[in-house]
């Protein structure tokens, strides 16, 4: 299959010649979309909107229909992992996501393995077919999956936290369960998005959400190390096509040099870098996707233009730049302020990027 | 008046030789220590304990009577400032500080004066005398304020903000009315840290804890640049002592080199920072203060004391270095891992420090 008639995204990851700076955002799919609103309302809840791929199929495309947007992607969980694990991920009302068996006893951690992605997964690689069908040739899709670390975090605390107790005492503690939960992991995560690249994901992403949390050398021990793993055992190529895969680590501008070493062609950036020093950083060797504080856009449009031209000008001449937020987009952004986004992108980037 | 018996923390703040590398930790007057817990509990409220001198000072003292720490800090809130300057501080249930009239009319905005520090907020310079008294000539006492954007985050936000989405709209859309309010805090917290070095501070602090949720390019016009105004306003002796600064902005790690040149003595540095490399990239401009993950001290002592050593280690010989945590200690921390850490960092560092 060849690639999409819109296939700005691809090159810019692939440092390839492109005419203008190709943009999408993290969470574009999501509440801030009355659209979107509406679709979950009939789903009946998030979960059931995850796991019904028409209704996975149709959220994805919605942002596609009302913005210049260069790329899709994939509407599913961060947690699908843990869940096809055994875990039983749940959402609390107002409380985001919790697990009915959070893993802390070592016999549940040495039991611990990785799901077969066409099995308990299936219905994810089933939107990613259907997603395919439906955006026909028009822009690439993008499958993703959360970080080794950032799942064990939700898998081990249970669900979100502010302070990571839970697991970081078993970090400090007991360093061999941690690297055990890792390991598979690693393991699940490769096997999942080959999958989604199998089912059809032109590129993938993994989000390191909560890897920021961690000391420096505690990064590169508990993240780092089986987000490479990962990167390694992904599938390069497919259908006669590379898939270019993105890093994003929240919070992780300092350990950018390192992270742009593990083997990927791209890395994510939140707000808190400066894009045109990250470019001198990584000195040519992978793409950069980043960085507009996602707040900005609460701004008037004008001021949202002017931000994002600021980014766009940061980054400078040449490919290499997908834009983007520097974290997913917030519920209640004015979906005025995305189409100020997307059309200053555009317009600003003709004649610096290519 | 001469420097305190113990005054290691003075000379690494100034990085003259010292026989080891001196320790205190932020939030150490706190919730973790029963003590502190039964006089606010006699207190009746965490702000009657901070403007009742005689009870701020008992707090102080509590754990240096516990633990060998080389310094001592005023026990008092972030919100001092905005308090006197007539926001109506509380604190609701469970929920932290909140201000009865947050800052968003541009009415109030330009009616917005810096308080006299000796008359509203005289409460805190007797704290400062009454403790200095106590302390005798023991250890230091520390001085502290919140930064001026720090400050205008609780003021506009009127409380915590996971997304801080009031003030960056502010920031975005009306930065000239942000800009009013910052000039003011910085003239407001300079004011309050010199009177507090009139009073007996011996060294001065400046929490920037929500710095570090700005873009790389707002840092340095909201936050920093009002920081470098508060520095270069400070008293740099007082009785024919130096005065060491030190200003730490939390998340901050990227813009260290900044932040040491902008006239402190001493950069805080949260755990995400590798301080050997930081200690590499300010290059002699400026003493270090940090940096171990709080949660770290939920592990048993050893392995406490073992990541103190690490980072003693990774900081290296010599004189410059003043060990503590890379955020307030948290409230659920077992008071033995306190004294695990503060004897490891003494033990390991004499002949690596000097």
């Known amino acids: 299959?060849?690639?999409?008639?819109?296939?700005?995204?691809?090159?810019?990851?692939?440092?390839?010649?492109?005419?203008?700076?190709p943009v999408w955002l993290?969470?574009?799919?999501?509440?801030?979309?009355?659209?979107?609103c509406e679709t979950r309302k009939r789903a009946g809840s998030f979960l059931k909107l995850c796991k019904t791929p028409a209704l996975a199929c149709e959220v994805t495309l919605q942002p596609l229909a009302r913005f210049d947007l260069d790329a899709a992607i994939l509407f599913s969980d961060i947690l699908t992992v843990p869940d096809?694990?055994?875990?039983?991920?749940?959402?609390?009302?107002?409380?985001?996501?919790?697990?009915?068996?959070?893993?802390?006893?070592?016999?549940?951690?040495r039991d611990l393995e990785a799901p077969d992605p066409n099995d308990h997964l299936r219905y994810v690689m089933d939107a990613v077919t259907e997603i395919r069908r439906a955006l026909g040739n028009s822009v690439p899709l993008i499958g993703f999956s959360g970080s080794p670390y950032t799942l064990a975090c939700y898998m081990v605390e249970g669900g979100g936290?502010?302070?990571?107790?839970?697991?970081?005492?078993?970090?400090?503690?007991?360093?061999?369960?941690?690297?055990?939960?890792?390991?598979v992991n690693a393991r699940a995560v490769t096997a999942y998005l080959n999958a989604q690249i199998e089912a059809g994901a032109q590129a993938v992403m993994i989000f390191d959400s909560w890897g920021g949390s961690l000391s420096h050398a505690a990064y590169r021990e508990f993240s780092l190390?089986?987000?490479?793993?990962?990167?390694?055992?992904?599938?390069?190529?497919?259908?006669?096509?590379?898939?270019?895969?993105?890093?994003?680590?929240?919070?992780?501008?300092?350990?950018?040099e390192a992270i742009a070493a593990i083997g990927c062609d791209a890395v994510g950036l939140d707000w808190t870098t400066d894009i045109g020093e990250a470019r001198r950083r990584v000195g040519g060797k992978v793409a950069l996707q980043?960085?507009?504080?996602?707040?900005?856009?609460?701004?008037?449009?004008?001021?949202?233009?002017?931000?994002?031209?600021?980014?766009?000008?940061?980054?400078?001449?040449?490919?290499?730049?997908?834009?983007?937020?520097?974290?997913?987009i917030n519920q209640f952004t004015p979906p005025a302020s995305v189409s100020a986004l997307v059309d200053a992108v555009h317009r600003h980037s003709r004649g610096l990027a290519g």
């Open 290 to 328: 980043g960085n507009m504080d996602p707040m900005s856009l609460f701004a008037a449009p004008e001021a949202v233009a002017a931000e994002a031209c600021r980014i766009v000008e940061t980054y400078g001449r040449g490919t290499g730049h997908v834009f983007n937020l520097g974290h997913g």
């Open 161 to 183: 936290s502010s302070d990571y107790r839970t697991i970081k005492t078993m970090l400090y503690d007991r360093p061999d369960l941690l690297h055990r939960i890792l390991s």
């Open 84 to 109: 096809a694990m055994g875990l039983g991920l749940y959402f609390a009302d107002g409380e985001g996501p919790r697990f009915e068996r959070p893993l802390r006893e070592e016999w549940a951690i």
């Open 26 to 36: 993290m969470r574009q799919a999501g509440r801030y979309l009355p659209e979107y």
């Open 225 to 256: 190390a089986y987000l490479e793993q990962v990167v390694a055992g992904l599938k390069r190529n497919h259908d006669g096509e590379r898939i270019p895969s993105i890093v994003f680590t929240k919070g992780g501008g300092q350990w950018l």
């Open 1 to 21: 299959m060849a690639r999409p008639k819109n296939d700005t995204f691809l090159r810019a990851l692939l440092r390839e010649p492109v005419e203008y700076t």
